[in-house]
């Protein structure tokens, strides 16, 4: 017998129970993982101060960690299932770990620019290895929940360093901050391998075909809608999200709204994300959930075009579109378990998520500060609803794939 079809046995033999302790865990180790992001991000007039760098500078650090999701993310889906989800893992965890103690220290701001561009390693093998663990760790009725929760790590991330980051950050410094980010990451790696490295569900054969060679694997992968069509319904939320969260709040004319709505439009979108899991688990297909969502979004961007005057309302309208925006990482995660065939298949489908997601995460940003500073509140309407268009299309073309029950 092959190991691929090793695999597609393996895969198909599920837990008929949900190991929840587990499924947690490995949300956390994401919560970890994004924490890479987000430390920089809450630390960012810090650094500027410590370094002198300027801002130019300083924010590549902080994007430096998404360079090596932009290039390596399918071949990262690739390498896991050929070395092993777990040891990928919890070799990215301690990789992470290592590198925030390197960065505890404040060192030369030319080695913390290496450091952030390995951490880009750490976090990519979270994303990929994580979830696909996750999908074997659930039971089948329940794979679409645990993928909504996982779709959450980032939010939940920001939230607890806009938080407790910001606390230890005014009380302690940069270096305690650092610290504190390695010691969590390196626990949750040591934590998670003594509690996984045993367990019967997650004993996949690793795939090891190789007669086609690594860039004709590559396209094959690119070519294969069920790992692509999910990428693509994540690509369009990536790219509107983080310029939403950037600039929409600049255009509300109240100062006090301003700050409330920075930090209210992550959390709403964490709980758009978490209610996208639970619709898909118990009420509809992911792909009906995808559609739906960007739906609301272009409905929201028209009502939102269509008032004036009232900062209070606009602040309403911005939230529900938030709200039906973070639907869509929930409902793309959700479709990866339910259109993979194996477990392969499915590290591919999170490796090209992670793509895909710093594609839209670069692309996106500069495209709505243009059309924001050319036509004001006109352009970012126009442009959403553009997007929403692609993000139909590509919702209705996955909803066209029969699921693999």
Known sequence: MSSSSSTSNNFSITEPKTQWLEVI????AGISAAMQFAKFSVSFDGLLEHYQMGATSTGAA???VGIAGLVFGVSAGMIASRVGYLKVLVGALLLGGCLSLIQSTLPPFNLLFVTRMLEGFSQLGVVVAAPTLIAKLSAPQHKSLTMGIWGTFFGVAFA???WAGKNILDQYGLQTLFL???????TIGVVLFFKLRKNPVLDLVPVTEMQDGFLRQMIKIYRN?????PSCVFLFYTCTLVSVLTYVPGLIGDSTLQKLMMVVLPLISTSGTFLAGAIAQYLMRPQRVALMAYFGVASSAVVLSLISGSA??????????VLFLGMVPGSALAMIPTLARNPSEQAQGYGLLAQFGNIGATVGPPTFAT??????????VILILCICCFGVLFSLWAGRIKAVL
Request: proline share 2%; charged share 5%.
């Open 62 to 64: 902080l994007s430096a």
């Open 312 to 321: 209070e309302l606009f602040c309403v309208v911005v939230g529900v579109m």
């Open 225 to 229: 809608p069920r790992a692509l069509l």
């Open 160 to 162: 607890l360093c806009g």
């Open 371 to 380: 059309a924001i500073a050319i036509y004001g509140l006109s352009g970012l």
């Open 180 to 186: 504190s980010h390695g010691v969590f990451i390196t």
């Open 25 to 28: 865990l490995l949300w956390i």
